[in-house]
């Protein structure tokens, strides 16, 4: 099997040398980049598997750089692992509501980063798509229809985009259709490792998907929240 190519992008020499020597240890490619531009051009001229990126960078910054990734027919559906400053809370929720995969404060752990790397990559293995629609996991609810197989969601035959933790959270949720999910459950499930109780990051996703599937009024409200607890779908 070839290697999965990791782009890093950072502005500080020793954080890409620390992420290119212990992932080249752990088997990836690692292809740097110090700023937004270079990023930009890499990921227009090279094969990436998945987006290490910082949000602090000089000239295009990291959000503009996942709104450009986002708002590409070629690369939207490529994973993006922001890098955050541990106290930059703000820009931490602009990166997952702009549409970033998960986030990893500064300063982090390697194997921490290895293990996000992992959870993100298995999740996005599982969007290849297949020849017979027959085959195709799907949930049909009213007028949304989620395909797993494909990843895809419609509502009324019109596809709307979903970042991969987006998805994952209304399949669960779909899926398990009446039940109650702790907001801690629902990390534990979707993300696949302890997040020390950072139950905001479901929040921001949940309030990402009720943009995404009700904002139609026409639409009824599909994730209800119930409160102290978490969600359902109903």
């Given at each position: 099997?070839?290697?999965?190519?990791?782009?890093?992008?950072?502005?500080?020499?020793?954080?890409?040398?620390?992420?290119?020597?212990?992932?080249?240890?752990?088997?990836?490619?690692?292809?740097?980049?110090?700023?937004?531009?270079?990023?930009?051009?890499?990921?227009?001229?090279?094969?990436?598997?998945?987006?290490?990126?910082?949000?602090?960078?000089?000239?295009?910054?990291?959000?503009?750089?996942?709104?450009?990734?986002?708002?590409?027919?070629?690369?939207?559906?490529?994973?993006?692992?922001?890098?955050?400053?541990?106290?930059?809370?703000?820009?931490?929720?602009?990166?997952?509501?702009?549409?970033?995969?998960?986030?990893?404060?500064?300063?982090?752990?390697?194997?921490?980063?290895?293990a996000r790397i992992k959870a993100v990559l298995r999740r996005t293995e599982g969007s290849l798509q297949v020849q017979d629609?027959?085959?195709?996991?799907?949930?049909?609810?009213?007028?949304?229809?989620?395909?797993?197989?494909?990843?895809?969601?419609?509502?009324?035959?019109?596809?709307?985009?979903?970042?991969?933790?987006?998805?994952?959270?209304?399949?669960?949720?779909?899926?398990?259709?009446?039940?109650?999910?702790?907001?801690?459950?629902?990390?534990?499930?979707?993300?696949?490792?302890?997040?020390?109780?950072?139950?905001?990051?479901?929040?921001?996703?949940?309030?990402?998907?009720?943009?995404?599937?009700?904002?139609?009024d026409n639409n009824p409200v599909y994730i209800k929240t119930i409160r102290g607890v978490g969600y359902k779908f109903s």
């Open positions: 099997m070839s290697k999965k190519n990791i782009l890093a992008v950072d502005d500080e020499e020793h954080i890409l040398e620390l992420i290119d020597y212990n992932l080249s240890n752990a088997g990836y490619q690692v292809v740097r980049a110090e700023t937004g531009e270079e990023a930009i051009k890499i990921l227009g001229e090279q094969k990436i598997d998945l987006a290490l990126l910082d949000l602090m960078l000089p000239g295009i910054d990291g959000i503009d750089v996942l709104k450009n990734i986002r708002s590409s027919s070629k690369l939207k559906n490529l994973p993006v692992i922001i890098l955050t400053a541990k106290s930059d809370e703000i820009s931490k929720v602009v990166g997952l509501e702009v549409g970033a995969d998960d986030y990893l404060s500064k300063p982090f752990g390697v194997h921490e980063l290895i629609e027959e085959m195709e996991e799907k949930l049909v609810i009213d007028h949304i229809v989620i395909n797993k197989t494909r990843r895809v969601v419609s509502i009324n035959g019109e596809e709307i985009e979903l970042s991969l933790k987006e998805f994952e959270l209304l399949y669960l949720l779909a899926k398990n259709k009446g039940i109650v999910f702790s907001r801690d459950s629902l990390l534990e499930k979707i993300w696949g490792y302890d997040y020390y109780g950072e139950t905001r990051t479901v929040d921001v996703h949940i309030r990402n998907l009720r943009k995404k599937i009700e904002e139609d």
